[in-house]
C-alpha cells in the first residue's frame, strides 16, 4: 500500500486526537488515584466503552479477522470465547471485585490474606500475563506499520513502543480510559462499514454469502465447519476454556473496575461493554469472510503469514487507500490504548504492591509512588518490545490466548476462592496462583505454539513434548488443586494476616467499608 495525501491525513488525525487526549488528561493526573484509577471517576456508560476498547485489541480486530479469513469457523471460536467471557466477569466477579479492591487484583486478594507473600505471587502474575498480552499488541503494530510505511518490522515495533510509553507517563489511566473510549467508537465505525460493504458485494443476501463462502477458500466446504485447526477434542476444550475463563484474570480488564465510584456502576459498566463486544464479534464474521473472498488466502499471507493484516487489506480492496488508512489509523489507535493498559497494570503491580506494600509496607508517599510507576513503565515497555523483535511471525489472536491461559490458570482459582471458599487460606492463595502460573507455562514451553518440526514455522524448530497449543484443561485444574492441598495441608501461620470469611463476603455484597476502620 502507498498512502496518498488524503490517506495520510486520515491516518495521522486519529493518531492526532489520541495525543491530544493523553495533552489534556496530563493535566489532570496528579495523584497516585488519578494514575491508576482516573480517580474512580468514570460513570458506567463511559467505563463500559473504555472496558469495550480495552477488549477490542489487535487480537480481536486483526488477529480474529486473519483467523477467520484463513481457517473459517475456527477462527470464529474466538469471538464466541471471548464474549462467552464477559458473562464469568459479569456474575462471579465484577461487584466482589469492586468491593474489595483499590488499585490491583493482589487489593482485593489482599483484603482477605494479608500476608505479603500472597500480593508478591498476585503481582508476579500479572507481570508475566502483561508480557504475553503485551507481545501480541506489538506484534499487530509492527505488522501494521510495515505494511503502511514500509517501514521495517523492527522500526516499526520500536515507534510504537516510544508513542505507548508518552500516554502512559503522561496521561495515566485518565489518558488510556479515554483514547479508549475514542478508539471504540471509531472501530465499531470502521468495523459496521466494512461490513455493510462485504454484504452490498453479497447483494444484501446473508444466507448466499454462507454459499459462496463454500468454494472460496482452499478448505472448500470445511471452512465453513470446525476441524481445519482444531482437530483434537481436547485441544479444543483446552482453547475455549482459555478464552472464557481468562478475562477474569486479566489484571488490565480488572483494574478498570476500579475506574468507577461503586460495585453498582462496576456492574452496569459490563452490560454496556458487552452489548459493544457482542456487535463487534458478530461482525467478525463479515471481516473473516469479506477477506477470505475478495483479498485471498494467497495475498494475506504473503503480507503477514500469520494473517494479520486482513482486515486492512478488505478495507483496501473495498473502499480504497481512504477506508484501508482509516482501518489502519483505528488499528494503530487500538493497539497503543490496549498497550497503554497493559504497562499501567503492570506498572501498578510493581510499584503498588511490590515497591508500595511489600518493600514500603504502605509507607510511600503519593509521588514515590507515581513516580515508581512510571520508571516501572519504562522498563515494562522496554522488556516487552525486545521480546517483540523476534515474534513477527506469530498469530496475534494466539499469542493472547496464551495470555488468557495464564490468567485462567493463575488467577481465577485464587479470586473466586477467596469470594466464595470460606476455608480457603493464605498458603493456599499462594499455591493456587504459583501452581497454575508454573503449570501453564511449563505446558506451553513444550507445546506445539513454540516447538514445530517445520522450519520458521514456532519459536523453535524440533517435536513438541506436550501436543496441545494451550494446555488451560490442565493449568487450570492445577490452580484449583494447589489451592485444595495448599489450604488442608498447611498450618495455620498467617491466621493473624487473614480477615474472617464473613466480613470479606459482606463487604464482597456489599461494599460497606466501615469495617477498615
Not at 459479569?90 to 486478594?109: Q, S, W
Not at 462485504?198 to 463462502?213: E, H, P, S, Y
Not at 486482513?310 to 490496549?338: Q, R, Y
Amino acid at each position: 500500500m502507498k498512502m496518498d495525501f488524503i490517506s495520510a491525513l486520515i491516518f495521522f488525525s486519529v493518531i492526532a486526537l489520541t495525543l491530544f487526549i493523553t495533552w489534556w488528561a496530563a493535566k489532570q493526573t496528579t495523584t497516585a488515584s488519578d494514575f491508576y484509577t482516573a480517580g474512580g471517576s468514570l460513570t458506567g456508560w463511559q467505563n463500559g466503552m473504555a472496558i469495550a476498547g480495552d477488549y477490542l485489541s489487535a487480537a480481536s480486530f486483526l488477529g480474529i479477522a486473519g483467523a477467520i479469513s484463513l481457517n473459517g469457523f475456527d477462527g470464529f471460536y474466538y469471538s464466541i470465547g471471548w464474549l462467552t467471557a464477559y458473562l464469568v466477569v459479569l456474575f462471579l466477579i465484577a461487584e466482589p471485585l469492586r468491593n474489595l479492591g483499590k488499585f490491583t487484583m493482589a487489593d482485593m486478594i489482599g483484603a482477605r490474606f494479608g500476608a505479603k507473600k500472597v500480593r508478591g505471587a498476585a503481582a508476579l502474575n500479572t507481570i508475566t500475563i502483561v508480557m504475553f498480552y503485551m507481545l501480541a499488541q506489538l506484534v499487530g503494530a509492527g505488522a501494521l506499520i510495515k505494511l503502511l510505511f514500509g517501514i521495517p518490522y523492527a522500526g516499526s515495533v520500536l515507534l510504537v513502543g516510544t508513542m505507548m510509553l508518552i500516554y502512559v507517563l503522561f496521561g495515566g489511566m485518565t489518558a488510556t480510559s479515554w483514547v479508549q473510549i475514542v478508539k471504540a467508537m471509531l472501530l465499531m465505525a470502521g468495523t459496521i462499514i466494512i461490513s455493510f460493504l462485504v454484504l452490498m458485494k453479497f447483494n444484501f443476501n446473508f444466507i448466499g454469502m454462507f454459499d459462496a463462502m463454500r468454494n472460496a477458500t482452499p478448505h472448500g466446504e470445511a471452512f465453513l465447519h470446525s476441524g481445519v485447526v482444531y482437530k483434537d477434542t481436547i485441544g479444543l476444550i483446552s482453547v475455549l476454556m482459555a478464552l472464557v475463563l481468562g478475562t477474569a484474570g486479566l489484571p488490565h480488564i480488572l483494574m478498570r473496575f476500579f475506574t468507577v465510584k461503586d460495585a453498582k456502576t462496576a456492574r452496569s459498566s459490563v452490560i454496556y461493554s458487552v452489548w459493544i463486544i457482542g456487535l463487534f464479534y458478530i461482525l467478525t464474521i463479515f471481516l473473516g469472510f469479506g477477506a477470505a473472498k475478495f483479498v485471498g488466502a494467497d495475498a494475506i499471507i504473503a503480507e503477514n503469514a500469520a494473517g494479520n493484516m486482513a482486515a486492512p487489506m478488505l478495507a483496501g480492496v473495498l473502499g480504497g487507500n481512504a477506508l484501508e488508512s482509516f482501518v489502519a489509523a483505528v488499528a494503530f489507535a487500538t493497539i497503543l490504548a490496549v498497550v497503554a493498559g497493559l504497562v499501567l497494570s503492570g506498572a501498578s503491580a510493581i510499584a503498588h504492591d511490590l515497591y508500595g506494600q511489600i518493600f514500603k509496607n504502605g509507607k510511600v508517599t503519593e509521588k514515590e509512588q507515581v513516580n515508581a510507576a512510571r520508571w516501572a513503565s519504562i522498563a515494562i515497555g522496554v522488556f516487552s518490545i525486545i521480546l517483540a523483535l523476534g515474534a513477527e511471525k506469530l498469530n496475534v489472536a494466539f499469542l493472547v490466548s496464551l495470555a488468557f491461559c495464564i490468567a485462567a490458570s493463575a488467577n481465577v482459582p485464587t479470586i473466586l476462592l477467596t469470594i466464595y471458599w470460606k476455608r480457603f487460606n493464605t498458603t493456599g492463595a499462594v499455591v493456587s496462583m504459583l501452581s497454575g502460573l508454573i503449570v501453564a507455562l511449563v505446558l506451553v514451553a513444550m507445546s506445539p505454539s513454540v516447538w514445530n518440526p517445520v522450519e520458521g514455522a514456532a519459536l523453535f524448530t524440533g517435536e513438541p513434548i506436550f501436543p496441545y497449543p494451550l494446555p488451560t484443561i490442565f493449568s487450570v485444574p492445577a490452580g484449583f488443586i494447589g489451592a485444595w492441598l495448599g489450604t488442608v495441608l498447611s498450618a495455620k501461620r498467617h491466621e493473624e494476616l487473614e480477615t474472617s470469611y464473613a466480613e470479606v463476603r459482606f463487604k464482597a455484597e456489599t461494599g460497606y467499608r466501615e469495617l477498615d476502620n
